[in-house]
């Protein structure tokens, strides 16, 4: 078992600047982001021997950014995105919502519709219901998207009967017994990838099923919901790391490289938030752990991942290593026995490396997890 942290009474006292800086740092980044012509965002902002260039376009990440601008005042929306601020941008994806066959992306434009009080979510919130959520195999990410679109859609009839066998779908994926859930709901997965969990698989059903209790007082949500909450702070690193790959049998890590930026920062807070709201645990030591790595990460000597002179956070801490090597190795010998881990990983592939990349979706969750009101009161 991977040692649980200690925070310390430092990173407490200074998360309210943390959180200033990081915000302010987001909104600055996606108007650097944002594509006018496409009136969508780009997929990432990348370091060449040219410079940080935007590369790509993304409407997920789009969708995922308007989360987060939807708790801004309009006019943070307007210097990002010109005079005809985040409803044009969602108009822009509601248009062919009905052509998408991709359920994450669907359920994240019902969920921003819903966050910017549209006046006629329908086209989305019926593709998703023709999706079939509730038994067609998908990932856990994405039925966790779909959860939360539904509950904040519940004064809808037909999005409150889907929302609730969505719920029940997630929630009969879930491992009591490690208190995780698996990376996929529903088909086949290879034996040697069936029991591997990303941080992912975790965050978002916490997020989801929070979200859920909260319309439908569902004691197995918010039970569900603290008890994956927990094998996370019980799975967190030393440092405050969220790591990357977990056994869903047994609770453990399998690899913690790489560690993300966005983990740290905006996805764990804005589940551990949501989780709080309605009525669960308090996990503010965990919050401010994963606050002080990202500011100091030992794994760089010290140095952060938040990058001043670039205006920009990068994506991640990796090994140096060949594509994915490590959890590769380690899912497999995992699969062959829950205790069995390849040795001398750390030393043949030291996690050192920084991945020069930056993606507005990471801003928008920022901004989520971190509203001006909340960042006030931190």
């Given at each position: 078992?991977?040692p649980?942290?200690t ?9 309210p ?7 302010s ?6 108007r ?15 370091r ?10 993304s ?5 995922i ?11 943070v ?17 509601l ?7 991709n ?6 434009t ?11 979510p ?20 994405e039925?966790?998207w ?12 037909e999005?409150?009967e889907?929302?609730d ?7 009969s ?7 995780l859930?698996?990376?996929?709901v529903?088909?086949?997965v290879?034996?040697?990838r069936?029991?591997?969990a ?26 569900a919901?603290?008890r ?19 056994d ?16 740290q920062?905006s ?7 949501a ?6 645990d ?6 401010e ?7 100091r ?9 938040i ?5 920009l956070i ?7 290593e ?10 497999v010998a ?8 390849v040795p ?6 030291p996690p050192?490396?920084?991945d ?23």
């Open positions: 078992m991977v649980t942290v925070p310390s009474a430092t990173a407490a006292h200074h998360r600047a943390c959180v200033a800086r990081l915000r740092m987001a909104i600055d980044a996606l650097r982001m944002y594509l006018p012509q496409e009136q969508m965002f780009c997929f990432c902002i990348r060449t021997d040219a410079g940080d260039r935007p590369e790509g376009v409407r997920r990440y789009t969708a950014t308007l989360l987060g601008l939807a708790g801004e005042d309009e006019a929306a307007r210097r990002i995105v010109g005079p005809g601020g985040t409803a044009m941008v969602l108009d822009r994806l248009e062919d919502v009905d052509d998408l066959t359920l994450g992306d669907v359920a994240l019902l969920w921003a519709a819903a966050r910017l009080n549209h006046d006629n329908a086209a989305a919130l019926e593709r998703l219901i023709e999706l079939d959520p509730a038994t067609q195999p998908y990932p856990t990410v039925l966790a779909a959860l939360t679109a539904l509950s904040l859609h519940a004064p809808h009839s999005a409150a889907q929302r066998a969505v719920a029940r779908r997630l929630l994926a879930f491992n009591d017994h490690s208190g859930f698996p990376h996929y529903g088909g086949r290879g034996a040697l069936a029991h591997v990303c941080f992912a698989d975790l965050v978002y059903p916490i997020q989801a099923l929070s979200h859920y209790h909260q319309v439908t007082p569902c004691d197995e949500a918010l039970a919901a603290r994956c909450a927990a094998a996370i702070r019980d799975t967190q690193g030393p440092d405050g790391q969220y790591w990357w790959h977990h869903v049998r047994t609770g453990n890590v399998i690899e913690g490289y790489p560690v993300y930026a966005v983990h920062n996805m764990a807070p804005m589940a551990l938030h989780l709080r709201d309605a009525g669960g308090e996990h503010a030591d965990m919050v752990a994963g606050l002080a790595w990202l500011e990460s030992p794994e760089l000597g010290g140095a952060s991942l990058d001043e002179s670039a205006g990068w994506r991640k801490v990796a090994r140096r060949p594509r994915k090597l490590a959890r590769r190795v380690q899912a995992s699969a062959i026995h829950p205790a069995l881990r001398g990983v750390d030393v043949l592939m050192h490396a920084i020069y990349e930056s993606r507005p979706y990471h801003m928008g969750w920022i901004l989520l997890a971190w509203p001006p009101q909340r960042a006030e009161r931190t």
